[in-house]
């Protein structure tokens, strides 16, 4: 395994435990604030790792993804922890370059997606798995960018909405990492675990979590009623 995989391998790694250490602690405190910057620059160093592989290591040496997905969906995810990252660092109510930057970003991966997946699409015998999830990729990107165009055009976000935002963006780039570790990888484990529960499980755990925050969040007093919900203003 070369220096670069092994970093790669082991941000991710940091990246899980640390997601889930940050979802797992009091919001807002600074805990929270602690594990999800390690969060953040895990995804970071991890994403940026899989795009520089996919384009310049070999497949078969890099993992056998395609490097048209494994670059896709690098970018997609430095989106998802970049802008989740600002929603909380931005005064609320308020925008800036960096918000119109990330919703081109969005359109950008979409549409690059949307033609990576045509064109797999198009190959004689090519089976669903080979382009349908360039299509789920494009469609979850096109559904972010919306939400950016939405909040442009209404000069911000704040409140519940913006908690909301953060959420959700951190905890699917969570899933991702979470999903390809514990679903993708499953040839680095022991052979009885192959297929497990247990790794499903944990595959999709960050977005049974992040269902359960969105429903706690938007649906609740917990914004509201809780002391430490301004807590992340201390980060501007």
Same mark, same amino acid.
């Given at each position: ?32 604030? +602690?594990? =999800? ?8 160093? #991890?994403?940026? %790792?899989? &795009? @520089? *592989? ?6 078969? +040496?890099? =993992? ?8 896709? #969906?690098?970018? %997609?995810? &430095? @989106? *998802? ?21 990330? %919703?081109?970003?969005? *359109? ?129």
């Amino acid at each position: 395994m070369s220096p670069l995989l092994i970093v790669h391998v082991s941000a991710g790694c940091v990246g899980i435990l640390s997601g889930a250490a940050a979802l797992s602690v009091r919001k807002g405190e600074r805990l929270h604030r +602690a594990f =999800g910057t390690v969060f953040f620059l895990s995804m970071l160093t #991890v994403s940026a %790792l899989a &795009i @520089y *592989l996919a384009i310049f290591v070999p497949p078969t +040496a890099a =993992g056998g993804a395609p490097p048209s997905a494994s670059v896709s #969906v690098g970018i %997609l995810t &430095i @989106y *998802l922890v970049a802008t989740a990252w600002m929603t909380v660092r931005r005064k609320e109510g308020c925008i800036g370059r960096f918000e119109k930057g990330a %919703l081109l970003v969005a *359109l950008g991966v979409t549409a690059a997606l949307l033609i990576f997946g045509l064109r797999a699409a198009s190959i004689p015998m090519t089976r669903p798995g080979g382009y349908v999830p360039y299509f789920v990729f494009a469609a979850f990107a096109a559904f972010a960018a919306t939400g950016d165009l939405r909040m442009i055009l209404r000069g911000g976000i704040s409140g519940v909405r913006r908690i909301a935002r953060h959420l959700w963006r951190m905890c699917f780039a969570l899933f991702f990492a979470a999903s390809f570790f514990f679903l993708g990888q499953q040839k680095v484990m022991p052979v009885y675990m192959h297929g497990s529960p247990l790794l499903l499980a944990l595959g999709i755990a960050p977005l049974l979590v992040m269902i359960f925050w969105l429903i706690r969040v938007r649906f609740t007093n917990w914004f509201k009623d809780d002391p430490h919900h301004k807590a992340d203003r201390s980060l501007r």
